[in-house]
C-alpha cells in the first residue's frame, strides 16, 4: 500500500514520523520541492529507525506513476487545492488535510465537488477530538442544554489556529451547523504571521448558536503571560482547562476534581489515524462538517481583513 505526505515542512516532516512503525506492507512517499525541507524530513525520519520503506521525491513529474491509498496533505493553505486535484486525478481515495484546509469557501465547495465526483472521503486534522480527557468531557457534556466556551492567551495565532478550537467547540457540544461568528472585538489590522505571505490578528472572536444557548469566545492578547487557558461552563459543570500545563479542574455537583491531561505529538498519532483512514473509522472532522466549521470561520475574518484590503474579502489570508 502506497501512502505520500505531500509537504514535509515542519508539520508534514512530524507525519512522516509518525508512520515509522505502520508495518512493511506500506510503502511511503514524502514530497516537497524544497530539497531543504526534504533533507530535514529525512533526518527526522532517521530519529524514528522505521523499517518501511520511505521515498523521497522533490519533482511532481516522478509521482505520475505512482496511485496512492491514503494522503496526508501538508501543504500551506494556498496550495492545497492544487494538491488534491493532483492526487485525486492519480486515484487517490482517502486525505488527511491539515488546516487551516483552504482560504475561501469557494476553495471548499470546488474540493468538496471533487471529492464526491472521485468518491473520495477526507478528515480535517483537528486532533483534539482524539484526546482521551475530551472525549471524557464530552461524554459528561452531551446532556447539556447550556454550554459557553472562553479560550484565552498571549498571541498565540487567533487567524490560523481558531479552527482547532472551532473544531473541539463543536465536538463538545455537537453543534457545527448554525453558529454565527462576530469579529467586532479584533483589533485593528493585522500583521506578518512566522510564514511568509500570510497574516495574523489579535482580539476577540466569538460564535453564537441560533437558540443563544452555547457560545464560543475566543481571545488573544497583545501583551500578558503566554499560558493558554480554557474555560467551559455549562448547565451542571464548570471545566477549567490549562493545556500548557497539563491540568484539567472539573466542578460539579460532587465536588471538584482534578485531572492530568494527556495531549500527543504529531508523531505519535499519524500511523494510528491513517490506519482508521483505511477502515473508514476515523474520529477526526470529517470534510463536510470542517466545511461548515471553516464558514462559520471566514465570515469575521473575510469582513476583517477586507476592511483594510480589498484582496482579502474573498481570501482569507492565514495557514
Known sequence: MNIIVFGVGQLGSRHLQGL????????????????KSLQIAEGRWMEMKGLEEVIFVSKISDLQMVKFDVA?????????????????????????LEKVVFQSTAEFQK??????????????????????HYKELQKMLSGEEEIFMTVTGTNWGLG?????????????????????????????????SKRAGYFEINGQLR?????????????????????LKIQINSTH??????????????????????????????????GG??????????????????????EALFKPLLSHFGAKNPEFRERCPIT
Open 273 to 294: 489515524v491513517q490506519k482508521s483512514i483505511l477502515e473508514e473509522k476515523c474520529e477526526l472532522c470529517t470534510f463536510e462538517e470542517s466545511m461548515a466549521l471553516h
Open 160 to 192: 490560523c489556529n481558531a479552527i482547532h478550537f472551532l473544531d473541539l467547540f463543536a465536538f463538545l457540544t455537537g453543534n457545527s451547523e448554525d453558529l454565527v461568528g462576530d469579529g467586532s472585538g479584533l483589533y485593528p489590522g493585522y500583521f506578518e
Open 20 to 35: 515509522a512503525g505502520i508495518g512493511s506492507e506500506y510503502r511511503i512517499f514524502a514530497f516537497d520541492p524544497s530539497e
Open 72 to 96: 496526508i496533505i501538508a501543504t500551506n493553505s494556498e496550495h492545497r487545492i492544487e494538491a488534491i486535484e493532483i492526487l485525486l486525478a492519480q486515484g487517490t481515495k482517502y486525505f488527511l
Open 207 to 227: 460564535w453564537l448558536s441560533s437558540n443563544g444557548k452555547k457560545s464560543l469566545i475566543l481571545n488573544s492578547r497583545n501583551e500578558g503571560l503566554p499560558d
Open 111 to 132: 474540493a468538496n465537488v471533487l471529492f464526491q465526483n472521485h468518491k473520495a472521503r477526507a478528515w480535517v486534522n483537528c486532533p483534539r477530538r482524539l484526546y482521551s
Open 237 to 270: 459543570y464548570y471545566c477549567d482547562i490549562n493545556e500548557s500545563k497539563g491540568k484539567m479542574s472539573l466542578t460539579s455537583n460532587l465536588g471538584v476534581s482534578e485531572v492530568t491531561l494527556s495531549p500527543m505529538f504529531q508523531s505519535q498519532m499519524t
